[in-house]
């Protein structure tokens, strides 16, 4: 499995992004694509997750401003960003949850939130 997470960029306070994570190779191994951020100085954390039924899931600092989402066609998870905040900025990165196998990261794509 291959993840490749691209959409990050600037914006200022109070916009939006919309970030992807399309995923290739055994992508039916795949049970969950989270989300996680991690911001300078701070640990990573996971912002949101969708698992392959469907269910989701968020952080509380995100939870009403983010909203992840999928296109099976596609092989591509999405994570809509929207009211923004400067402290929103981190490397963002997609991972991917896999059935009798360990998981994979996507590389980071940087959001970057002026105030």
């Known amino acids: 499995v291959q993840l490749q997470a691209s959409g990050g960029g600037l914006v200022q306070a109070g916009g939006s992004l919309r970030l992807s994570c399309v995923t290739s190779?055994?992508?039916?191994?795949?049970?969950?694509i989270s989300w996680y951020r991690q911001a300078p100085g701070k640990q990573r954390e996971m912002v949101a997750r969708?698992?392959?039924?469907?269910?989701?899931n968020y952080a509380d600092s995100v939870k009403g401003r983010f909203t992840i989402s999928r296109d099976n066609p596609k092989n591509t998870v999405y994570l809509e960003m929207n009211s923004l905040k400067p402290e929103d900025t981190a490397v963002f990165y997609c991972?991917?949850?896999?059935?009798?196998?360990?998981?994979?990261w996507g590389q980071g794509t940087l959001v970057t939130v002026s105030s």
């Open positions: 991972y991917a949850d896999r059935r009798y196998a360990s998981g994979v």
């Open positions: 190779g055994s992508v039916s191994s795949i049970i969950a």
């Open positions: 969708i698992t392959s039924g469907g269910f989701t």
